[in-house]
């Protein structure tokens, strides 16, 4: 985890609130990622960067916003939080060779 | 049928048993391959990194690639307690927006005492 951190590691929130996870990394890489993590289905991505204001929409990008304003910040946005987004959340970062290193995840919990 | 498979286990070995984890895969363009290692309530954290066919050995660890049949594995020597985790494959073709890994969905590993 050295190099990225990720900030609230845990939160309760509820349906219909928004909820802004943040990432944070230290390491200078240009690409970051967004991934939830669920079981059954495994590590999904969310939304990508390959750049500051540069992001992409990953295969479940449906209700989750991300901006990219700093090289080290990469925030994601629930704009109305459903039940179906509680999972446990994890940045990656990469240089863009292949390899990606993971944060130590949010756990977030909607009711 | 998903890109990438991986049979979730869960696997229980005794400790100082060899341990053979696998994948396969489908699409032939793929050729970065990766293990990563996974602690409960942790991030996944990078294991053992291969580029294109071949052999990887790291300590205990054996990184195997096979692009013919499609089949990657990661051998563990003499396993520890240590060990005991989720071990989850991922893989990239590397270029462009194929730097998006495709993930397995883990194997769950106990290594008992």
């Known amino acids: 985890d050295a190099g990225i951190t990720q900030s609230p590691r845990h939160k309760v929130t509820e349906t219909g609130t928004p909820v802004t996870l943040r990432c944070h990394q230290t390491e200078n890489h240009r690409y970051m990622y967004w991934y939830r993590q669920d079981p059954g289905h495994g590590l999904r991505l969310i939304h990508y960067s390959y750049g500051v204001k540069d992001t992409d929409k990953g295969e479940v990008s449906d209700g989750y916003s991300v901006s990219r304003s700093k090289t080290e910040d990469f925030l994601l946005t629930l704009e109305s939080a459903t039940s179906s987004q509680t999972s446990v959340y994890f940045c990656?970062?990469?240089?863009?060779?292949?390899?990606?290193?993971f944060g130590p995840g949010t756990r977030l919990t909607v009711l | 049928q998903k890109e990438v498979e991986q049979d979730p286990g869960p696997l229980s070995v005794p400790e100082g048993a060899i341990v053979s984890l696998n994948c396969t895969y489908s699409n032939s363009a793929f050729q970065y391959f990766m293990w990563y290692r996974q602690y409960s309530r942790k991030g996944p954290e990078l294991l053992m990194y291969t580029y294109s066919s071949g052999n990887k050995e790291d300590g205990r660890f054996t990184a195997q690639v096979d692009k013919s049949s499609k089949y990657i594995s990661l051998f563990i020597r003499d396993s520890q307690p240590s060990d005991s985790a989720t071990y989850l494959c991922?893989?990239?073709?590397?270029?462009?927006?194929?730097?998006?890994?495709?993930w397995g969905l883990g194997t769950s590993l106990a290594v008992n005492p």
């Open positions: 991922a893989m990239s073709a590397g270029a462009g927006n194929n730097r998006k890994l495709i």
């Open positions: 990656a970062i990469s240089e863009g060779g292949g390899t990606q290193y």
